[in-house]
């Protein structure tokens, strides 16, 4: 049988080997280190973890991640079997010692029977001759193969940058404060004419927040990333400091809205948030990009009217990573449509962390192995942790037009990637009514619940 090629021994490839090789179809890894090497990696180890050694929370009833880790556990996952041998002490999260757990899944992989190691540079398209290939070269994918790459998507289509504005979940918003509008209610391509929420502040609102963005500790670039600003997506508090009235001039610009709740009163600056994705339960905040630490993030931003009680899906970033425009570029099978013979898995496709890496490349390998042995897969359904994140990528996010970075942004793992779940509890064991957290609680229980009863059938669903 024809091996599949998988190329990068990261995360998501080594994840996507390890399913190729289980299914009983033999595969080879492509990998560049110690040939070649990256700004971020230090070793030649397969799944190298380049920076935390955290895989976030192991609570698998009350956390999107932790139902993540509990599914690849279901299905076999290497990543997870070896952050469980290597696990260091770390409360409710899964840290793991880097070097083990290294070389407890290059080990792995080198004893298993189905499974090459190559070490070496794929610079450029892959072979004409391999008809499957995933390819799994994650942010730091070496130019030669990102030029490749180009070649079949067009420039605007392979970003090196990230430019996360910060996404809120929409059940967090006070939409007493705030309300749905367009600017000027244009409609445009798809829309409402109300399709952004408004969160106003007054003049003295906005001069604290701008004191808060000045006086915020940011992070900083790493030397080898350079300083990717233009003018479109310069962050936050970079358009604060070249003007204290910069940020009301562009994304917090107060024209063509008259606020619902306050009809007579013009907002002085106004922060837009737009839907991100086709459920309708994930805002990101128009040109909100930003390098503020996160902790600052969350403070600054719950100084917005509106915001106040406002939790996050994900924070602001901006970082060097190469990442494809997955809804517009692969099919659901994650295959690139412009050439399906690549399949694409890990951080290069628009998922961000170890975990979620490891997660798209399980997924990526057990499609690949299931198209080689002539069997048909079903895609994991959108409740479950998997499922929910495969359909961020090819096809929940919502695409706009507006100026500035691209619309689709590398997403972690979370429930507002889930679709709602009706008929949760609303009555406490005390027979009380649940309110605020204990509310929020009961949600994401029913939500993981759920997710593991749809996991279990899919699992018992013969490929
Ligand atoms: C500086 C930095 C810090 C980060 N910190 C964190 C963090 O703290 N927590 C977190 O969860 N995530 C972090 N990330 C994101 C993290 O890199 C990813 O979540 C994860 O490693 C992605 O997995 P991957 O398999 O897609 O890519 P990687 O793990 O990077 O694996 C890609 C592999 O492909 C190889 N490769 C690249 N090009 C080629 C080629 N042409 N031919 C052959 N091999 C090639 C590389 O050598 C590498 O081994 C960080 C990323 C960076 C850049």
């Not at 244009?186 to 409402?192: D, M, N, T, V």
Request: hydrophobic share 40%.
């Amino acid at each position: 049988m024809e091996p599949v090629h998988v190329i990068g021994g990261g995360l998501a490839g080594s994840e996507a080997a390890w399913q190729v090789a289980e299914a009983g179809v033999p595969v080879v890894i492509h990998e560049m280190r110690p040939v070649r090497g990256t700004d971020a990696h230090q070793t030649e180890g397969l799944a190298e973890l380049v920076c935390s050694n955290s895989f976030r929370s192991d609570d698998a009833e009350s956390n999107a991640v932790g139902q993540l880790h509990w599914e690849m556990r279901r299905l076999g996952s290497l990543i997870m079997a070896k952050g469980d041998a290597h696990q260091v002490p770390a409360g409710g999260a899964l840290a793991v010692d880097r070097d083990g757990f290294s070389q407890g899944v290059t080990a792995a992989l080198e004893a298993h029977p189905l499974v090459t190691i190559a070490r070496g540079e794929i610079a450029g398209l892959p072979p004409a001759e391999w008809d499957s290939v995933v390819v799994a070269t994650g942010p730091l994918t070496s130019a030669a193969l990102a030029q490749g790459i180009l070649s079949l998507t067009g420039e605007s289509s392979l970003a090196f940058f990230d430019a996360i504005a910060p996404i809120v979940h929409f059940d967090s918003v006070d939409m007493e404060t705030a309300w749905f509008q367009s600017r000027y209610d244009k409609a445009g391509p798809g829309g409402s004419g109300a399709d952004y929420i408004n969160c106003p502040l007054d003049r003295d609102q906005y001069e604290a927040f701008v004191d808060a963005l000045l006086a915020a500790e940011k992070t900083e670039f790493k030397e080898w990333e350079g300083t990717p600003y233009f003018d479109g997506c310069l962050p936050i508090e970079v358009m604060a400091e070249r003007g204290r009235e910069t940020l009301r001039w562009g994304p917090m610009k107060p024209v063509g809205l008259t606020n619902r709740h306050n009809p007579t009163v013009k907002a002085h600056a106004v922060v837009q948030l737009r839907q991100d994705n086709a459920l309708g339960t994930l805002f990101n905040m128009t040109g909100f990009q930003t390098k503020l630490k996160y902790g600052e993030q969350s403070r600054i931003f719950r100084m917005i009217p509106g915001l106040q009680n406002a939790e996050f899906a994900r924070l602001g970033g901006i970082h060097r990573n190469t990442y494809l425009n997955s809804p517009k570029l692969l099919d659901e099978r994650l295959r690139l449509k412009a050439a399906p013979r690549l399949r694409f898995a890990g951080q290069i496709t628009g998922c961000e962390g170890y975990v979620e890496s490891a997660a798209i490349g399980l997924l990526a390998g057990r499609l690949a192995a299931a198209e080689r042995l002539g069997r048909e897969l079903p895609l994991p359904p959108a409740t479950t942790a998997l499922g929910a994140l495969v359909n961020h990528i090819t096809g929940g996010h919502i695409e706009t037009i507006d100026e500035g970075p691209r619309s689709f942004q590398p997403m972690n793992i979370n429930f507002g990637l889930f679709p709602p779940i009706e008929g949760v509890a609303t009555i406490g064991p005390d027979g009380k009514r649940l309110k605020g957290p204990a509310r929020s609680l009961a949600r994401k229980q029913a939500l993981t619940a759920r997710a593991k009863r749809v996991m279990e059938a899919w699992i018992g669903t013969p490929a």
